[in-house]
């Protein structure tokens, strides 16, 4: 089987931090792109971040921008999500999701593989 699988989720108070990780079986994550993305109660599915295979580049959405840090460790077939200076707002399910390609463009509507999500939740 060909899986995803996300953790580190919780409930942190505004201003804390959490480090997100995305572990893949039975496949490995050398040639594909990873991205991160997040869906709030009520609301669409939006993209977070995403890394091209190599780790060589990013980006991110401007609301992650300067707080949020995606990575990967490609011997260890994972990548990571770390939260910074979390805000209520942050309060969404987060998944990851692959791709086959290089570069750090991750379309909602067009990766192959998605995990099954963690919670955050951001509230005092």
């Known amino acids: 089987q060909l899986q995803l699988v996300e953790s580190g989720g919780g409930f942190v108070q505004p201003g804390g931090s959490l480090r997100l990780s995305c572990v893949a079986s039975?496949?490995?994550?050398?040639?594909?792109?990873i991205g991160w993305f997040r869906q709030a109660p009520g609301k669409e599915r939006e993209a977070v971040s995403c890394?091209?295979?190599?780790?060589?580049?990013?980006n991110y959405a401007d609301s992650a921008k300067g707080r949020f840090t995606i990575s990967r460790d490609n011997a260890k077939n994972a990548v990571y999500l770390q939260m910074n200076s979390l805000k209520p707002e942050d309060t969404a399910v987060y998944y990851c999701?692959?791709?086959?390609?290089?570069?750090?463009?991750?379309?909602?509507?067009?990766?192959?593989?998605w995990g099954k999500g963690t919670l955050v939740t951001v509230s005092s």
């Open positions: 999701s692959a791709r086959r390609g290089s570069s750090a463009w991750c379309p909602p509507g067009g990766m192959d593989y």
């Open positions: 039975g496949f490995s994550l050398d040639n594909y792109k």
């Open positions: 890394i091209s295979s190599g780790g060589g580049s990013t």
